[in-house]
């Protein structure tokens, strides 16, 4: 009667079963320390009083607030305008350079030169362009279409505030956008739009029934990285327009450096991580992909 004998390599399993928490607890324990503390200090900061006791006295005071509603329709109204626009243009950049067209590669670094320019140069650069005596005005009056120039970035008018500042995130930031989708059309296989091809599909057609599907992964990182950073935006428009066109970030600023309130700084804060977390679920909802045994 033979006994069986346990060699290592049967018991090294059982020695290995705590190693992927191990490997896993320097990189949990740097999150819990980098965004968990600093998340829980927020929240009781934005509830609580002088005394350190329970209160709804900063949201009061923070509702109550003129500058937080119109910082809000603000950033929103910002978000409807600028995401769509440079999904739009990223993907029509990267169809251009899927036909690969003449010197392609040079284009594709010139799309991603504003990836280099911090928030507030990119600013300071339109500021250029749209201030009173910039190159826009000095355009127009050169042209004969006016006769002193237009004050685009005046208190009194909303409307050209926002289109500079617009304007000016659109040029910011369509091409992280852009280097996204790119990297998604990069990961097709060719065979799903070769075979369109073979079928007769047109060119519309492969975009809308082949392209587009494949690139909803791609998409959905691009919409809730560009929305969340769209929530963030601040120095851009602090460079054109100051506390005139004011947004949730900028409110955060004032509050906690200008105002010498952390509390109700934190309370905006959490209206911003409130705002991003509904977003991104909206858009994992929305881009979801069916699962491989799921119903079609």
Do not use: C
């Not at 991003?276 to 858009?283: D, F, K, P, Q, V």
Request: net charge positive.
């Amino acid at each position: 009667m033979t006994t069986a004998v346990r060699t290592p390599v049967e018991k090294a399993p059982k020695r290995l079963g705590m190693s992927p928490w191990l490997l896993l607890a320097p990189s949990t324990v740097l999150l819990v320390l980098l965004f968990g503390w600093p998340l829980v200090q927020g929240v009781l900061a934005a509830f609580q009083g002088e005394g350190g006791a329970f209160t709804l006295a900063n949201w009061e005071r923070l509702f109550g607030d003129p500058y937080f509603t119109e910082a809000l329709l603000n950033t929103l109204l910002l978000i409807v305008i600028v995401v769509p626009i440079q999904l739009v243009l990223a993907v029509g950049m990267t169809l251009l350079i899927q036909s690969k067209p003449r010197f392609g590669g040079l284009h594709f670094y010139i799309w991603a030169i504003p990836l280099a320019i911090s928030d507030l140069a990119a600013g300071l650069v339109w500021l250029t362009v749209f201030a009173d005596r910039g190159y826009l005005n000095s355009l127009l009056i050169g042209l004969g279409l006016s006769e002193n120039g237009i004050a685009w970035l005046n208190y009194d008018n909303p409307t050209t505030m926002l289109l500079a500042v617009v304007v000016a995130e659109i040029w910011r930031a369509t091409s992280m956008v852009f280097v996204i989708v790119v990297a998604g059309v990069q990961m097709m296989p060719p065979d799903y739009d070769e075979a369109a091809q073979v079928f007769g599909a047109s060119a519309w057609q492969r975009l809308r029934y082949v392209t587009l599907p494949l690139l909803k992964p791609s998409l959905q990182v691009a919409l809730i990285l560009r929305t969340i950073l769209a929530l963030q935006a601040f120095a851009v428009a602090q460079a054109l327009t100051g506390r005139n066109f004011p947004l949730l970030v900028g409110e955060t600023y004032q509050w906690y450096v200008n105002l010498q309130n952390p509390a109700v700084a934190s309370a905006v804060a959490l209206v911003i991580l409130a705002l991003s977390l509904g977003t991104a679920i909206l858009y994992m909802r929305a881009l979801r992909q069916p699962s491989a045994g799921g119903p079609r």
